[in-house]
């Protein structure tokens, strides 16, 4: 089982940056796939980012590819969002999520079994 805990959210301006981080518990982090989704109010799930087990491909959402970068320590146990030049629409609860097996579209959520409690981030115009 994997216990996940996201960090680095917060209130920011648009165009600054800010980076999320998510700490897994267990000995067996680098055998899941990773990924971030983020849900904004009255809106559905929405994949953001995905890291492989190895963190030697990465898969991008077309609204964040360029400004967004994923990023994984299996040493560590942590997996990061990297958020470059945030928009207003950017504003979402951000989730990370584990996934022991990908058997489908790595952007659909229902493939992830593991999720954390999600932290906010809002971005003001």
């Known amino acids: 089982q994997v216990q996940l805990v996201e960090s680095g959210g917060g209130l920011v301006q648009a165009g600054v940056s800010l980076r999320l981080s998510c700490a897994a518990s267990g000995r067996t982090f680098s055998s899941y796939h990773m990924a971030w989704f983020r849900q904004a109010p009255g809106k559905e799930r929405e994949f953001v980012a995905h890291i492989t087990r190895s963190g030697g491909r990465t898969y991008y959402a077309d609204s964040v590819k360029g400004r967004f970068t994923i990023s994984r320590d299996n040493a560590k146990n942590t997996v990061s969002l990297q958020m470059n030049s945030l928009k207003p629409e950017d504003t979402a609860v951000y989730y990370c999520?584990?996934?022991?097996?990908?058997?489908?579209?790595?952007?659909?959520?229902?493939?992830?079994?593991?999720w954390g409690q999600g932290t906010q981030v809002t971005v003001s115009s």
């Open positions: 999520a584990a996934a022991a097996l990908i058997t489908g579209y790595y952007s659909d959520y229902a493939l992830y079994n593991y």
